[in-house]
C-alpha cells in the first residue's frame, strides 16, 4: 500500500497508463463506419467542444479571473481536449452500438481522471497518490530525527506557538540539512519559506521538491545547506490573512516574530540578518517582499518567487474592506514596492526575484519588484524559469538558480 500512495501522478508508468487506456477508449468510439451527414456532425461537435472548452477556459482565466493566475497554454489545451473529447463520448451514447455504449460511459471516469491529472502534471500540486488523497506525508521532527545522522537532510512537522501574536497556524514544517545533525552542527543559515494559498507547509516538499534540491546542494558541499523552516502564513488552505495584522488574523506578528522566536530558540542557526532569508512562492511570495524589505533587521535575503504585485483577497475593493478595516492608505502601503520605497536606501539587502517565462501576468508584476528594489539600494537577481508559469514547476527552477546566490549572500558558501 505504502508503494501504491507515493507512486507518481505526475509522470511515470501510472499517469502514462491512465492516458493510454484513456486514448484507446476514445479511439474506440470515434472508429467506426458512419454516413457521411453523421461522420459530419460528430466531427462538428467534437471541434464545436474544443472551441468551447478553450473558450472556458479563456473565461475562467483572463475575464473572470476566478484563480488569480492566468492558465497556461497546456491547461487551456487540456480542457480544449476534454469537452471535445466529453463531446465524442456524448455522441457515441446516443449513435452507436450497444457494446460501444459500454465503452463510452467507461470512457467518462477515464477522461475525467486524465484531464484532471494533465492539468495537475502541468501545475505539479499533487505528485504522488498520497498527497492527491491529502494523507499525512511527514513525522514530527523529533521522530524524523531519532536515528542515526543520514546521508541525507530530513523534514518533519514542528508545532509553533502564537505566544505574540495568537495567530491560529497549522503545524509547520523543517528541513535539517546532514550538517544540523552533527555532534557539534555550525551555526546554520536559515530560510523561512512560504507556500502559496491555497496550500499547505507541506506543499514546499511535496510539490517544490525542496528537500531533494537541498539535498543535491548538501551532497556538494560536505553536508552543508540552509536549514529551512515552513510557518503556516494562512491558518487554512482557503484563507488569506495577506501577512498583515488584522481581523483576519495576526499573520504578520506570527511570522516576525513567533516564529523566528522559535527557530532561536530550537535550532542552532546564524545569528544575525545576514544570515537569514525569507522566501515564498505566489502568496507567499507576496509576503516574503512584504515582510523581507519591511524587516531588514530580521532578513538580509529575500526570495520572491511569482509574488504578486499588491496582497490580494477578491477585487481591490473587497481586500480593502476584509484585510487593512476599510483604509485605502494602508493597503497602498502594504504593497511590495511600497514598502521597499518606505524603508530605502539599503545598507545590505539581497533581493532575488524569480517567475515563469510563459506567467503572462506575473512576469511583469516579477519586474516591478524587482525594479522597485533596485531603486531601494537592494542588491536585486532576477531569475527567469523557461518554459513554466505560475506552478511548482517553477518554484524548483527558481531555487535550484537561487542556492549559489542564497549561498554567498547568507554566508552558506563559507562553511562548506
Keep these: 500500500m505504502s508503494t501504491f500512495l507515493n507512486t507518481s501522478i505526475v509522470g511515470g508508468p501510472l499517469l502514462f497508463a491512465l492516458y493510454g487506456v484513456t486514448a484507446v477508449s476514445l479511439i474506440v468510439l470515434a472508429a467506426r463506419r458512419l454516413p457521411t451527414r453523421s461522420a459530419l456532425i460528430g466531427l462538428g461537435l467534437v471541434v464545436g467542444g474544443a472551441a468551447a472548452g478553450w473558450t472556458l477556459s479563456w473565461l475562467v482565466s483572463d475575464v473572470w479571473d476566478l484563480f488569480g493566475v492566468s492558465l497556461s497554454t497546456t491547461t487551456r489545451l487540456w480542457a480544449a481536449g476534454f469537452f471535445g473529447a466529453l463531446a465524442l463520448i456524448v455522441f457515441a451514447l446516443v449513435t452507436a452500438r450497444r457494446w460501444r455504449r459500454v465503452v463510452a460511459v467507461v470512457a467518462i471516469p477515464l477522461l475525467l481522471l486524465s484531464a484532471a491529472a494533465g492539468v495537475n502534471a502541468d501545475f505539479g500540486q499533487f505528485t504522488t497518490v498520497r498527497t492527491a488523497l491529502g494523507l499525512p506525508t511527514y513525522d514530527s521532527l523529533a521522530v524524523a530525527t531519532s536515528g542515526s545522522t543520514p546521508a541525507t537532510g530530513v523534514v518533519g512537522t514542528v508545532t509553533i506557538p502564537a505566544t505574540t501574536s495568537g495567530f491560529a497556524a497549522r503545524s509547520a514544517l523543517v528541513y535539517l540539512p546532514p550538517a544540523a545533525r552533527r555532534t557539534n552542527p555550525p551555526a546554520l543559515p536559515v530560510v523561512e519559506m512560504l507556500s502559496g494559498q491555497p496550500g499547505s507547509p507541506a506543499d514546499v516538499f511535496t510539490a517544490g521538491h525542496l528537500a531533494t534540491i537541498l539535498d543535491g546542494y548538501a551532497a556538494a558541499h560536505g553536508g552543508v545547506a540552509p536549514i529551512v ?19 483576519l488574523g495576526n499573520s504578520a506578528s506570527y511570522l516576525t516574530k513567533d516564529v523566528p522566536d522559535w527557530i532561536r530558540a530550537h535550532l542552532h542557526v546564524a545569528a544575525g540578518p545576514a544570515g537569514w532569508a525569507i522566501a515564498g512562492f505566489s502568496q507567499g511570495g507576496t509576503c516574503s517582499i512584504q515582510l523581507g524589505a519591511a524587516h531588514p533587521e530580521l532578513y538580509g535575503t529575500i526570495l520572491d518567487i511569482s509574488g504578486e504585485l499588491a496582497p490580494q483577497k477578491g477585487s481591490v475593493a473587497q481586500t480593502i474592506a476584509a ?3 476599510g483604509d485605502a492608505t494602508a493597503y497602498a502601503a502594504a504593497a511590495p514596492v511600497s514598502v521597499l520605497a518606505a524603508h530605502a536606501p539599503y545598507e545590505n539587502l539581497t533581493v532575488i526575484v ?7 501576468r506575473y512576469l511583469p508584476w516579477s519586474q516591478s519588484v ?24 517553477t518554484v524548483q527552477y527558481a531555487w535550484t538558480q537561487a542556492l549559489p546566490v542564497l549561498a554567498e549572500s547568507t554566508g552558506l558558501s563559507g562553511l562548506s
Excluded at 354 to 360: I, K, L, R
Design 354 to 360: 524569480a517567475v515563469g517565462g510563459d506567467d503572462t
Design 370 to 393: 524587482k525594479d522597485a528594489a533596485d531603486q531601494a539600494g537592494a542588491h536585486t537577481h532576477f531569475i527567469v524559469s523557461p518554459g513554466t508559469a505560475h506552478d511548482w514547476h
Design 323 to 325: 484585510g487593512f478595516a
Design 229 to 247: 523552516v515552513v510557518p503556516d502564513q494562512l491558518g487554512a488552505p482557503d484563507q488569506n490573512p495577506m501577512c498583515v495584522d488584522s481581523t
